[in-house]
């Protein structure tokens, strides 16, 4: 089983539309949880932080669930500009040091 | 300065050419991290200093030898490599564990 899995996408919504998607861990010891937002040849950039109690930013909610061992994304009011790759990221283990990175999903935003 | 910078951006070497990848970041993060992502694929981690001391090595070929001179910098020494080595070289920083990283834009690496 991988570390972390995501479903790859891709999502192909209209603007203006709500798009979620999960990412899976296999590691009950993991502890700290990103989301993290890639364009096309360019460097991986935070989109956010996962906390338990779940955390919003603006359009952006992230929630974890610890018992299923997995968080989630919720994009809402969709934007052109968020078409990228996301990019699950959690911490192995104990390591807080070594993240493991999961596939990403792809979200394509339409006109 | 918000910034981890990389360089150069852009790379072609020969298999028997020696070349280095560097890596700056003036955040005061303590721990630095050299990644390698292939088209359509996750950033694979390769190498993690933490305070100055190589802490993880993820059996890393030999001819990929990092360096951390000081606290701001992060050296990828390249000799030898194959083809198959050419990807995206991401370096990254964090303040601490737990937090997330600061990624560079990358050195794009072409092995000839």
């Known amino acids: 089983r991988k570390e972390v899995e995501q479903d790859p996408g891709p999502f192909n919504v209209p603007e203006g539309a709500t798009v979620a998607f999960n990412c899976t861990y296999s590691?009950?010891?993991?502890?700290?949880f990103f989301w993290y937002r890639q364009d096309c040849r360019k460097e991986p950039k935070l989109l956010m932080s996962?906390?338990?109690s779940g955390n919003e930013d603006g359009r952006f909610t992230a929630q974890l669930n610890r018992a299923s061992q997995y968080i989630s994304l919720l994009i809402r009011d969709s934007k052109l500009s968020d078409s990228a790759t996301y990019l699950c990221?959690?911490?192995?283990?104990?390591?807080?040091?070594?993240?493991?990175f999961g596939a990403g999903t792809t979200v394509t935003v339409r006109a | 300065d918000t910034e981890v910078t990389q360089t150069p951006k852009h790379l072609v070497m020969g298999m028997t050419n020696k070349k280095s990848l560097k890596c700056e970041q003036h955040?005061?993060?303590?721990?630095m991290y050299w990644y390698k992502q292939k088209a359509k694929k996750p950033p694979e981690l390769m190498f993690v200093?933490?305070?100055?001391?190589?802490?993880i090595n993820e059996s890393v070929p030999s001819r990929f030898s990092p360096e951390c001179p000081n606290s701001s910098l992060l050296n990828l020494h390249l000799h030898a490599l194959q083809p198959e080595d050419s990807a995206l070289y991401l370096c990254?920083?964090?303040?601490?564990?737990?937090?997330?990283?600061?990624f560079g834009s990358g050195t794009r690496l072409t092995v000839v």
């Open positions: 200093y933490s305070y100055e001391k190589l802490s």
């Open positions: 996962v906390y338990s």
């Open positions: 590691n009950s010891a993991s502890q700290s």
């Open positions: 990254a920083s964090s303040h601490a564990q737990g937090d997330g990283y600061t």
């Open positions: 990221v959690v911490n192995i283990g104990s390591n807080d040091y070594k993240l493991s």
């Open positions: 955040m005061g993060h303590r721990a």
